[in-house]
Structures are given as C-alpha cells and as structure tokens.
C-alpha cells in the first residue's frame, strides 16, 4: 500500500512541496485548489492528481506569476501526470531562461522549500517554515544546515540577475533575524551571575548583522549574557563599550575583507581595565569570512563556524567565572 493509498494529509504534502499548511489552505479558501476529496466532509486528503496541480501552482509563482493568475493555469491543466505506483513526485520543472531556481546545490529538503517561499515572497510559508526548522532541529543546525545556505543561494542569485531578487533577500533576512530573536527570548537575568558578558559587534563598514544574530541567540541558550550592538560600530563607540562593560570576549563580525580591521582588532585585544594589579584584557575573535588569510597574534581564536564559537565563548566565560569564584 502506498503513501498515496487513503490520500495524503494537508502536512504531509506541505512537507513534500516544502510550503507552509497556511499556504495551502490559503490557496484553497482564495483559489479553489483543493483535494478533491475530504473525510467526513472535513479533512483534507490530497491525491497524486491534487499534489500534481500544487506542484504546476509552486512551479508558476517561483517564477515570478501572480497567486490568482497561476492557480488559474494550474486548473486549467492539463496537470502533469501523477506518478506511478511506488515513484516519488517529480520535482517541479523550471520554464527555460526564468531563473527562478536558487543555486543550493546539495542542501537540506527545507533549504528548497524555504527558498521557493522566499522567491514567491510567501511571508507566512518563510515563518512557519523556520519556526519548524528550529523545533525540529534545534537553533545551530537550523542556521548552518538551513538559514545559512539558503541566504548565501538568495545572496548569490540576486549577484548574479543584475539587481533581481532584492526583494526577495529583504523578506528572507528580516524573517531570518525576526525567528532568531524569538528563539533567543528575553535576555537571560541570573542564569550566570557573576559572569561578564559577550560583546558582539560588526566592524565599521560592515552591514551583515545576522550571524552575530544567530550567535546572540546561541549564548542566550547556554544562558550567557551577550551585548549586541550591531552593524558597523565606530571604533570610539567600540572602544567605550568594551571600558565600561569589562567583556568576556569581544565578537568583530566581517562579512568581506574590505571591511576586516586587524588594527583594531589588536587595540581591542590590548584594551585594559579594572584597578591597577588586577587589570584585566577580553578575549577577542574575529569572526565571519572577511577575517580570512588575516595575520593574528599568537593565541588569537578564530571560531570556524556557529557551533565552534559558541563553545569557545563558553569555555572563556567558564574560566573567567572560575577565576573570580
């Protein structure tokens, strides 16, 4: 018996199609593409003839047609042909020279769907999806596994569509940003007492805020107080902050080389404070690609990825904890 036998739930060919159950309810109540069938009158169940006139819907609006118009084509058919017994759906096809495909190469099944909701600027779908994403497999594999390349797919098609897809790398980052946040919750009081916090920063001149996000969010899960201040901090605002708060470590975030700044990573590393014969200096790392074939003082930690920096952000916290119990 096949998956297909009895139909399939409304989740199930969310999951298969990678949009959100909203979407698909949306387009039923507005558009009139629905499962022909429904037990007890009630429950969706969709066939391999419903699944394939979704797929001609995803494929349409990818491209860039417009909800009502698309699902117009859709029904009108003819549909492509079901599958055979025991065969998965095929993949929607592209319409040769539309563009609409993302470069993911080999990624996570979500990455495609979060990428097919971004293009067709489904900001329920890119929600919900990364809502599920997060539950499922928890804040670090969600950014590396699924936010992360999907961006870099969206960063890299709209480089290379002479100036297309803005809109779509705007809906995605804010939404990215707006589910981190959430997952952070609020900053955490008391969890560490006595520990000093993370100071997280990009560069002056860099813009690219959202891996300080995705780690702010991560130290808040380990219970570690995290200062955030952003994109392109001036270097006498970056100099007061790190006197007056007395950090852990310092976070410099570069995206590209032209904005990396070792200079001024060295005079944060050298930056001292407290009374004279207990001085202390933070931790520094520079982090993000920008860093990359950069000259470092011996010792300097370079974190390789979201999961790398937050445990060498913890261990420091645990010695500076340990060193003032």
Known sequence: MTEFAHG????????????????????????????????????????????????????????????????RAALAGPAPAPPAEGEPLPRPARRPGSGNGLPLGAVRQECRGLGRAAVRLDAWAVDDMLASVIAQYGLVTAWEEVMA????????????????????????????????????????????????????????????????????AGLAELGLPTLMFGPAVPPEALDQAVRRTGPAAVVLWSQARSTANPPLARHVADTVWGVRGARARPAVLPAGPGWAGQSFAPGT?????????????????????????
């Open 149 to 216: 390349p999907t961006l870099h797919a969206v960063g890299r098609k709209w480089e290379t569509s002479g100036d297309r897809y803005v809109e779509v790398e705007h809906l995605l980052s804010w939404h990215v940003s707006s589910a981190l946040r959430r997952a952070a919750g609020p900053p955490p009081s008391g969890s560490r007492a006595g520990v000093p916090p993370v100071l997280l920063a990009c560069v002056p001149g860099e813009q690219h805020t959202l891996a300080l996000e995705a780690l702010a």
């Open 8 to 71: 399939l739930t409304t989740g199930a060919v969310a999951r298969r199609l990678g949009v959100a159950p909203t979407t698909l309810r949306s387009w039923d109540r507005r558009y009139g593409i629905g499962p022909a069938a429904r037990e007890d009158g009630r429950h969706r169940r969709w066939t391999p003839e419903d699944v394939a006139v979704l797929h001609e819907m995803c494929r349409l609006t990818s491209s860039g047609i417009p909800p009502a118009e698309a699902a």
């Open 301 to 325: 930690l370079r974190p390789g990825g979201l999961r790398d920096a937050l445990a060498l952000l913890r261990g420091l916290c645990d010695a500076v904890a340990a060193g003032q119990s």
